[in-house]
């Protein structure tokens, strides 16, 4: 029988124990944070209708939706000889698509379970979406998204505990050096309103704005012109783009750059509430800026929206989000306010390794029982069932093999300590523990062996 070669689908990946050590250690750490601020978990299916995904994302997302085609169409007869498959309309072949992100999903949950939630819903959500992007570094098909949202409230009060939710995460994790882009797309409209553009043009303005990491100013100048908007216009644009400082400066200079609209003012208002609250939040000043380049590319923002950034290495975003005023209203037929972000697990995984910021243990396993021979085997076994019992994760060896081999196996899964139980130790009713760390080694009687890993636990 010939063998298989085994491969991988192009941006997917294999995680093996070690790897998944680290995911769980930085899932459980979110998690921590989340439930802290009073989120509460939810999941949706993996697939969802065509239709409650479609349009949801703009022109740039909607391309990436990876579909699901239907059974029973004809098109699987192609493999057994069948050379011909005609489909009248394209929801003949496709109605279902792999979700795409959390936040449509949630939008569906809300419209759809009005009667058993409660408004504020503060809901988190931890689950894969998938992409048929183009796979590069940092960026995969198939990666977890981790979601921290707050639906039916229209207080700046929910963007801002979001951002600080942001912060608390990175830094909890050990983030140094990071930062939190801060905008608002009332604000966007009102500047693109003030350089005369077209309404109609600009979703196709924010989208080149929204590029600018990849493709630098002389990039977005270019990328403007090619959607028809004047030269003029764009050095209206990119002049009022380029106002930085500090938030009070930027939303000072905002106010005095631009003609009056009632937009840009709201939008304006909104950032500096937001402000406010962050500060009242006691999130430091140096963790976040407003950034008026930040577009966010998905078509569903309506306000403030967030993203953050690591300095190093250059890897692209670690989170973002924003306010969606009307996604869920798509699905209900009234518009029910929203706000949130999510978490690039993966890429904070890549930068977590990168600059090794794990704690060193590469397992779960806190101890491991050796089996010294036949004689000793019950009394191990029973010890490490004690230190199960009182939630210290222990394993055996599983054979009767070699001591050293047993310590080899230690050391290969970086497990902190070893407890042995020789015919000394069991005619004593002693265990010898040793700490694989220092090399240190300690003979206790066995309810003093059980204490100390015990300590050694929670240090």
């Known amino acids: ?29 979110v998690k921590t944070v989340f439930e802290r601020y009073g989120y509460e978990p939810l999941e949706t299916p993996s697939i969802e209708k065509l239709e409650v995904l479609s349009g949801k994302y703009g022109e740039e997302g909607d391309k990436l939706l990876f579909k699901v085609l239907r059974r029973g169409t004809g098109l699987e007869d192609l493999q057994y000889g069948s050379t011909e498959f005609i489909v009248k309309k394209y929801s003949q072949l496709v109605e279902e698509a792999l979700r795409y992100d959390l936040t449509v999903p949630l939008s569906r949950v809300v419209a759809m ?59 909890t994790l ?84 631009i003609n009056k609209n009632a937009v840009l003012d709201e939008g ?77 697990i993966e890429r904070i995984i890549d930068v977590m390794s990168e600059l090794e910021m794990f704690p060193t243990s590469a397992t779960k396993t806190a101890v491991l029982v050796t089996l010294f021979d036949q004689s000793t085997l019950s009394a191990s076994l029973s ?7 009182i939630g210290i994760n222990a394993e055996n060896f599983l054979n009767l093999a070699k001591f050293k081999k047993q310590l080899s196996y230690a050391n290969r899964k970086e497990i902190p300590f070893v407890a042995i139980i020789g015919p000394d130790e069991l005619a004593e009713n002693r265990v010898t523990i040793k700490n694989m760390r220092t090399g240190e080694q300690k003979t206790f009687d066995r309810r003093e062996g059980v204490d100390y890993l015990n300590k050694q636990k929670s240090t």
């Open 1 to 29: 029988m010939p063998a298989i070669k085994p491969s991988l689908p192009k941006g997917t990946r294999d995680f093996l124990p070690q790897q998944m050590v680290q995911r769980q250690y930085v899932i459980d750490t």
């Open 113 to 171: 379970h009005q009667d058993k939630i409660s408004l504020p819903f503060k809901r988190y959500q931890i689950q894969p979406v998938w992409r048929a992007d183009r796979p590069q570094r940092g960026r995969y098909r198939e990666f977890y998204q981790c979601d921290v949202d707050t639906v039916g409230t229209e207080s700046m009060l929910a963007d801002a505990e979001v951002i600080a939710i942001v912060n608390d995460v990175l830094e």
């Open 174 to 257: 050990g983030f140094e050096q990071f930062i939190i882009r801060i905008n608002n797309r009332k604000i966007l409209d009102g500047i693109l309103a003030h350089a005369g553009i077209d309404p109609k043009k600009g979703p196709a303005a924010l989208i080149a704005i929204d590029k600018l990491d990849k493709i630098g100013i002389d990039g977005v100048r270019s990328e403007l012109g090619k959607r028809a908007i004047s030269e003029d216009s764009i050095k209206r644009i990119l002049r009022v783009l380029e106002i930085s400082g500090t938030p009070k400066e930027v939303l000072s200079e905002l106010t005095s750059t």
């Open 268 to 344: 304006i208002d909104e950032l500096q509430q937001i402000i406010n609250y962050l500060s009242d939040l006691g999130t430091p000043p140096k963790r976040y800026k407003i950034d008026l380049y930040l577009a966010r590319g998905l078509g569903y923002y309506t306000g403030p929206i967030y993203e953050t950034v690591v300095e190093e290495p250059k890897i692209g975003s670690l989170s973002g989000g924003g306010r969606y005023d009307h996604l869920i209203g798509m699905f209900l037929g009234k518009e029910i306010p929203a706000t949130g972000t999510s978490f690039g």
């Open 383 to 389: 010890f490490t069932q004690e230190l199960r019992k």
